[in-house]
């Protein structure tokens, strides 16, 4: 009773952090934006992903970023990656192709960040404003930091999740998966050990 009550208070205690992180916005400017990929349906953006992608846009068009990244690959072969929507969506907004660039590859954010570092590293590209939903930013942010990135958050300034709840739910999935993503990282991490022990 009492470890699945601990469990309770560490599960609360990181989704409380999650909420009180999704506030976080940058005013910074940087060399680049990095779009989180999410569901393209078809040839458009779903509601969620055009809101980061709009963003995005908006950053740019402020002068905040010279350069916008989008990621994500595609769930079904044949079908358009979510990066290859992002940027056509993009386009179609004004933004010149020059200042593009895409990753096809992801399926998740920890893959997502890593295509996006290796884009920036091609690039010579060595800040970046990372784009998301809100809720989404205290994950995201977390796996930047361990793969060495200069970024700063800047979530949408609304997010698609409005009612209570799927707001929950995503907050819920959000959750565990940045638990999930601490543990990973806890475990992979080399422990001081005494030699003669």
């Known amino acids: ?13 990181l989704a409380l952090q999650i909420v009180m992180y999704s506030g976080e916005a940058t005013r910074q400017v940087a060399q680049a934006a990095v779009v989180l990929g999410a569901a393209a349906w078809g040839n458009r953006p779903s509601p969620i992903y055009k809101e980061r992608i709009n963003e995005a846009i ?16 595609t769930p079904v072969l044949g079908y358009p990656s979510e990066s290859a929507v992002g940027r056509e969506y993009a386009r179609l907004q004004g933004i010149p192709d020059s200042v593009i660039l895409v990753d096809t590859k992801s ?9 996006a570092r290796d884009l920036m590293n091609q690039a010579g590209i060595h800040s970046i404003l990372l784009v998301s939903d809100p809720l989404h930013m205290k994950r995201a942010m977390y796996i930047v930091k361990e793969l060495g990135m200069s970024a700063q958050p800047a979530p949408t300034d609304s997010s698609r999740v409005q009612s209570w709840s799927s707001r929950a739910r995503f907050l ?5 998966s940045y638990a999930d993503q601490l543990m990973k990282v806890n475990l992979d991490k080399p422990t001081d050990s005494c030699p003669s022990c």
């Open 1 to 13: 009773m009492g470890c699945l009550l601990a469990l309770t208070m560490a599960f609360g205690v």
């Open 58 to 73: 908006r950053l740019y068009q402020q002068g905040r970023v010279k350069t916008l990244i989008f990621t994500g690959g």
């Open 107 to 115: 399926r998740s954010t920890f893959e997502n960040l890593v295509q």
């Open 172 to 176: 819920w999935r959000e959750t565990w």
